[in-house]
């Protein structure tokens, strides 16, 4: 069986535009639990779908522990469309001190592999910004009962942000190659 191979570029320009229209979404007062059930509901259903076929295709079981583990994700993406499953808030915002604790992570990682190398590095100091906005935003979420009434319009304009990043991510990528 063949896999199947996306380009980089195509990736980061869907994923881009998916953050970049979540974060329009937020910012315009769509509710966010109910189009964070939708969404989450309708990903984990496919990807549910992705590992069972993917098995049956390999000719394995579906009573495997692959399968089961779809078999989860199908019963969880069903409950969240038909019955807001999850209070998601609190979740997306444990998400995004994560997600910014990694950015971090990764740009100290990178602008001491560069100075390291003696090159500089624009895309380290990108992630570092956006890194640290990002867990600041976090956090005040999290610990100030206030920021979180204006959650949907930070949410969102993080994910625009990222949005932003992988963009000018895709921009160098394509400066170094020329």
Known sequence: MKAIVIPT??????????????????????????????????????????????RLVAGYSLLSGTGILAAFYGAIGILCLIGGFIQITPVLIMFLIVISSFLLVDSFVRLFRVHWRGKNSA??????????????LGLCLWFIDSFRSACNIVLGIIFILVAVVILFDLILMNKKRA
């Open 123 to 136: 895309l380290g100091y990108s992630e570092l910004v956006v890194g640290a906005a990002g867990l600041t």
């Open 9 to 54: 570029k195509a990736s980061l320009i869907v994923e881009a535009v998916l953050f970049l229209v979540v974060g329009i979404l937020l910012c315009c007062s769509v509710s966010l639990d109910s189009l964070m059930n939708l969404i989450l509901g309708i990903v984990l259903l496919v990807v549910a779908t992705i590992m069972l076929v993917s």
